[in-house]
């Protein structure tokens, strides 16, 4: 009787995780599979998100449905009490918030809007700097993030051998996968 409770509680656990996580199961293959049919307009937001950006500080930006979550931070995402950021989180395009955050980084509702439609056309959620690189989020499953970081300056093949052996997907000489996963 008690193991068969055991087995019972078990499965019902197994059948909650596993019908609660429907939809959850991007994989690194489904990574690669984006970049390949959406490769150029990966790299075409890369560089257009790329003129975006101040050089004196590091930009987030996402989109969902209506409204806006746009960070800025010191270069390299300093993050600290010397080096404060401004996040603006969930913003309606005619709010004064977002005003402010558009007047400081110099774009206007056009550049949203734009990169509302850039990131829609790649499958990826959100976009942004990162020192040297731009990291496009692609999607997030049950265990897994994954995303774009994609470079100005091709990788180093020696960069490519040595990060390929520790099992890092390169997509090209400019782009490969990151990976955060909570195992």
């Not at 401004?86 to 402010?100: I, K, P, W």
């Not at 499958?123 to 100005?152: H, P, R, V």
């Amino acid at each position: 009787m008690n193991r068969l409770f055991h087995i019972a509680v078990l499965l019902t656990i197994l059948f909650i995780v596993e019908t609660s996580c429907v939809n959850k199961h991007i994989t690194r293959d489904d990574t690669i599979n984006n970049y390949e049919k959406n490769s150029k307009q990966i790299m075409e937001l890369a560089a257009y998100f790329l003129k975006l950006k101040p050089d004196s500080n590091e930009v987030f930006f996402k989109p969902s449905k209506n409204r806006y979550t746009i960070s800025i931070a010191q270069p390299y995402w300093a993050i600290s009490p010397d080096y404060p950021y401004n996040a603006g989180r969930d913003m309606r395009m005619d709010s004064e918030q977002m005003r402010s955050f558009l007047k400081t980084l110099d774009w206007t509702t056009n550049t949203v809007i734009t990169l509302k439609k850039m990131l829609k056309k790649t499958n990826c959620l959100s976009i942004s700097t990162q020192g040297d690189y731009i990291q496009l989020d692609f999607a997030a499953g049950d265990i897994c993030a994954f995303s774009y970081l994609i470079t100005e300056k091709p990788f180093s093949d020696s960069t490519i051998e040595n990060d390929s052996k520790k099992g890092v997907t390169f997509l090209s000489k400019y782009a490969r996968i990151g990976s955060a996963c909570a195992l």
